[in-house]
């Protein structure tokens, strides 16, 4: 394994620093937290980056985002990437996708989860493409991972990734064993006293449903935690863009927020950037509330309500306050 991940490393830095040459240019300037010196932690999410081999101009969103991303005055405690990281599992697309990561952010406390393209997008062996997967993660992010969802405490806070365990192109699907490896999670990491935060590709919400009718169970157990506990859900999928009052969804009794398709392209051919290309999301800790901020990481600007009665930022009060 030693050399494979060695391997896939080398080959992905020579072809990823000759494909940078062209993409990368003006990605903005540098950026920061509201109140730098009252932030706890702070972390980027980016969503459905649906690399190709055969799509340069998408690929180009997507390396001068994460260029912005690193402009962060503060740092990025971790950054997550929602799934579909890729258009359909291909070890060029995955080469492309985890050797600009690699050159651009490192691969200290990344995150990554795993998507319906990641593994097809319902075609191919499942189990195949899973362990794809598992082997580019452990070669880049240096993470052994046997199941498809994980967790990680970051500077004392809980990071906790699902994943599906079917080839479903719309639905969620975990197994009993998943979810009573969440409840063992959720138990420690109420003990923590700090917000818990769950990374999703696919929602929570009524819209999905799942084999054994899970979903439910799921947004039982959030919503039950977050009466005396704080969790936050963020989930890909829908390209939802993050500027509507949906993107931050909390009718199921704990907050939701949707993250768009990172490399939204339009057009003539679908080629060209736009309005909502490169939107991610920042997320700041404070001592009584957590703050989710849409940011066009292509552009490297923030966007604001006034783009269009947009909803761009949304500030959670904390339960317990951050010590």
Not at 94 to 101: E, L, Q
Not at 250 to 271: A, V
Not at 285 to 306: D, K, L, P, Q
Request: with cysteine; charged share 25%.
């Amino acid at each position: 394994m030693f050399l494979k991940t060695a391997f896939l490393r080398i080959i992905a830095t020579l072809v990823c620093a000759v494909m940078l040459i062209p993409a990368l240019g003006n990605a903005g300037g540098e950026y920061d937290v509201k109140d730098p010196a009252a932030c706890k932690m702070n972390f980027s999410i980016l969503s459905d980056s649906h690399i190709e081999g055969n799509n340069y101009p998408r690929y180009k969103i997507f390396a001068r985002a994460l260029q912005n991303v690193k402009k962060n005055k503060s740092g990025n405690d971790a950054i997550v990437f929602l799934g579909d990281n890729t258009m359909n599992c291909q070890n060029i697309e995955n080469i492309f996708f985890h050797g600009t990561v690699s050159l651009l952010l490192g691969g200290e406390n990344i995150l990554s989860v795993l998507g319906n393209h990641d593994i097809g997008n319902g075609e191919g062996d499942y189990e195949k493409l899973q362990n794809r997967w598992f082997t580019y993660t452990e070669a880049f992010f240096g993470r052994h991972l046997e199941k498809p969802y994980y967790y990680e405490i970051v500077d004392g806070y809980y990071f906790i990734v699902l994943g599906t365990e079917a080839h479903k192109v719309y639905d969620l699907v975990i197994s009993d064993e998943q979810y009573e490896w969440l409840e063992g999670v959720l138990k420690k990491a109420a003990e923590s006293g700090k917000p818990v935060f769950v990374f999703s590709h696919f929602p929570m919400s009524d819209e999905t449903d799942t084999e054994g009718n899970l979903t439910d169970r799921l947004t039982q157990l959030f919503a039950e935690y977050n009466r005396e506990n704080d969790i936050f859900c963020f989930v890909g999928h829908t390209h939802m863009p993050m500027y509507l009052f949906w993107s931050f969804h909390s009718d199921d009794g704990f907050p939701e927020i949707y993250l768009p398709r990172l490399t939204e392209l339009y057009g003539e051919n679908d080629r060209e950037p736009g309005k909502n290309s490169g939107v991610g999301a920042e997320v700041e800790i404070y001592e009584n509330e957590v703050c989710v901020r849409s940011r066009n990481f292509y552009t490297g600007e923030w966007r604001y309500e006034e783009d269009e009665g947009a909803f761009c930022e949304m500030t959670y009060e904390l339960k317990n306050p951050v010590q």
